[in-house]
């Protein structure tokens, strides 16, 4: 089967890209991150990118002036290496619609809640405070919204008695390591199919 290529936004300290290129390397999904680019010079994401010989770059959005033409840069670079499919993985900003032009259906977001609840920032946190009984996350289709495309996979985690927001992360974020190559696998596999805002997961 052939490899698909994959290129990997993150802003931060990158565990989900990391069960990504762990995921690769140990052949369990049939693709490849092709390249690693941050908007942040100290996301520990590329570091753990240039741990595993992958490609990675620090593209300023304050170089350019303004966001497409920033975001013309990632398509150049996700281009040149060959990208067949897009992932955010903690990526702080809002997708625009150059990136949405260049990789239409094809860029994917993992987002720590049970999507439509809690869309946005500190998704845990608006759990708790919530009150709810189960919370967890999603991996989603990119569309123009926050945390609003269609969504290709969910995990549920409690919420336990006496959990703080960083225990409901950690145990939300052990799920969102496994989730994430699960949907790469199925998209690489071919075996999501998109029909409006719902995705069918094809035996
Ligand atoms: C994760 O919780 C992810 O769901 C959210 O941002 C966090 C990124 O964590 N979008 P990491 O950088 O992958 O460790």
């Known amino acids: 089967m052939s490899v698909l290529k994959i290129g990997v936004l993150a802003s931060g300290r990158g565990s989900n890209l990391q069960a990504l290129l762990d995921a690769c390397a140990q052949r369990t999904i049939p693709a490849a991150v092709a390249v690693v680019l941050s908007d942040r010079p100290d996301a520990y994401a590329l570091v753990r990118a240039r741990q595993s010989n992958v490609p990675a770059y620090h593209v300023d959005p304050a170089a350019y002036t303004g966001k497409e033409q920033y975001e013309r840069e990632l398509v150049r670079l996700l281009q040149a290496h060959g990208v067949e499919l897009v992932c955010l993985a903690g990526y702080m900003r809002l997708v ?90 199925l998209f690489a596999r071919g075996k999501l199919r998109l029909e409006g805002r719902r995705v069918y997961i094809l035996d």
């Not at 995990?155 to 225990?167: F, H, I, K, T």
């Not at 992360?169 to 989730?179: M, N, V």
């Open 96 to 185: 625009g619609s150059v990136m949405l032009q260049a990789f239409p259906r094809r860029i994917m977001n993992i987002h720590p809640s049970l999507l439509p609840a809690f869309p946005g920032l500190h998704a845990q946190k608006q759990a708790l405070d919530y009150g709810v009984r189960f919370a967890g996350c999603t991996v989603h289709f990119v569309d123009e919204g926050m945390d609003s495309g269609p969504i290709i996979l969910q995990a549920v985690v409690p919420v336990l008695a006496g959990d703080d927001e960083e225990q409901l992360a950690a145990r939300i974020l052990e799920q969102e390591h496994i989730i994430y190559p699960r949907a790469v696998d």
